[in-house]
């Protein structure tokens, strides 16, 4: 690579950088992270549907929204969350965890 295409590479990653960050501040789901839970039966039925042994499903529903590639759109009342094949659905009053499952 030429010494121009690394600094137009650079300023393009610089640009996409500060879309995020915007983004973050702009996103309601992501400032309120922390007040994300869901019920017994919500557990039991994400551990179901992605075959989760031993993990804490909370904590694994944080790393897949905090994930860069993810894909956070906002639907009447839910959020959807597309990472890995995977959607979460959180509500957006409460920040429940509703439901994850694979694609398809």
Request: hydrophobic share 40%; charged share 25%; with cysteine.
């Amino acid at each position: 690579m030429t010494q121009k295409q690394l600094m137009r590479e650079r300023a393009q990653k610089v640009k996409l950088a500060a879309v995020n960050i915007k983004m973050i501040s702009d996103n309601q789901l992501l400032r309120n992270l922390d007040k994300l839970h869901t019920t017994k039966l919500g557990r039991i039925r994400i551990e179901h549907n992605l075959s989760l042994t031993n993990r804490d499903v909370i904590e694994f529903c944080k790393e897949k929204i905090l994930n860069p590639e993810a894909i956070m759109t906002r639907k009447g009342k839910n959020w959807y969350v597309k990472i890995d094949h995977i959607i979460v659905t959180i509500n957006a009053n409460s920040f429940t965890v509703i439901t994850a499952h694979t694609e398809g």
